[in-house]
């Protein structure tokens, strides 16, 4: 028996989902007898101890982990969440959510955080100034709490964080497109600065430079009362071949704003996106993206801060993680 082996190893060594393993775990009645048998056998083969960690944690009987937001409702958000929750499960942490929707909060917020003695926090929230964010992670410092960026950009090597590259992601899609022959690509971004969504900007930028097209990025609004009415507005004279978005709900706002005025996708116009939510394969055509393993992110996010809060960890490792994207081709495109 080893005490290194981790919930990764279980669900390598299984070939089921990390999920699965924390419904096995935590959850047993809701996983199929054979499955849970099969999974089983493998923690005892491997000498898994979800709860080893854990009680190495300490002071309280109770581990308690605070995840910073700004919107739960996003599709990636609640889908990270899920990710996060599993791991924390297996775990037995206590999670408690705080959200902060703009600047003028943090110190509010900050307060509540300290406040609830919560042993280790997972940052999710992209939306604030760099400015904001310094000064959350000031205060973490100066209160000893463990932090993990997730899916957040933050370049201090210091700070531990889990994303995908962005930049890269961004330019590898518009490079598909441009192979495509598209010449007229847009960047459908937030008019809201998103530390994710300035990665992706840059590395579209750096696809339509390299290639002598002109950069174009229309800035709009995620909600779609809103971004509507600006699509509307955009197809007045704009010679346009392809539109690539940061999030699925802008593009699948935006294809059915284009079909509405009598363009075809992806005859006239290929639309692909970020993220890779459900949105994508409810829309018509279906959504070319970039598959962004959102969940995965929560959940490695959640182990590394497990070895953050851990007093016997020594060496944590690599605690700036990128994690593997892909695109997922689909009928929106050529």
């Not at 709860?51 to 581990?63: F, I």
């Not at 410092?141 to 962005?166: L, M, R, W």
């Not at 055509?285 to 962004?292: A, G, H, N, Q, V």
Request: proline letters at 3%; one cysteine or more; aromatic letters at 6%.
């Amino acid at each position: 028996m080893s005490s290194n082996v981790t919930i990764y190893d279980v669900a390598a060594a299984s070939g089921y989902s990390l999920a699965t393993i924390s419904r096995v775990l935590n959850h047993p009645e809701k996983v199929k007898p054979a499955t849970r048998e099969k999974v089983l056998k493998v923690i005892e083969e491997l000498g898994y101890r979800p709860n080893m960690v854990a009680r190495g944690l300490a002071s309280r009987k109770t581990t308690t982990v605070g995840i910073i937001i700004s919107d739960i409702t996003r599709a990636s958000v609640a889908e990270m969440i899920g990710g996060i929750m599993d791991i924390s499960d297996t775990y037995d942490y206590s999670i408690k959510i705080f959200q902060i929707h703009d600047e003028i909060q943090v110190k509010d917020v900050m307060r509540n955080v300290v406040a609830e003695q919560v042993d280790g926090v997972l940052y999710l929230n992209d939306e604030l100034s760099e400015a904001a964010t310094e000064e959350i992670k000031e205060v973490l410092k100066q209160s000893n709490i463990p932090f993990v960026f997730t899916n957040v950009i933050n370049e201090d090597k210091n700070t531990a964080s889990v994303a995908i590259d962005y930049l890269k992601a961004a330019y590898d899609m518009t490079r598909t497109l441009i192979n495509q022959g598209k010449k007229h690509i847009y960047l459908l971004s937030t008019a809201r600065r998103y530390t994710v969504n300035i990665a992706k900007e840059q590395g579209y930028i750096n696809a339509m430079q390299e290639s002598g097209l002109e950069p174009m990025v229309f800035r709009t609004s995620g909600e779609t009362s809103i971004n509507e009415v600006h699509f509307k507005e955009f197809f007045q004279n704009k010679p346009i071949d392809a539109a690539i978005a940061v999030r699925n709900s802008i593009a699948v706002s935006f294809m059915n704003v284009a079909i509405g005025k009598g363009y075809k996708v992806p005859e006239d116009i290929a639309v692909a996106s970020f993220q890779n939510t459900r949105y994508a394969v409810l829309a018509r055509p279906k959504l070319t993206c970039i598959d962004i393993p959102v969940y995965d992110i929560g959940a490695v996010a959640m182990r590394l801060l497990t070895k953050l809060m851990s007093k016997k960890t020594k060496d944590v490792g690599n605690t700036k993680i990128i994690l593997p994207h892909n695109i997922i081709i689909r009928n929106s495109t050529n």
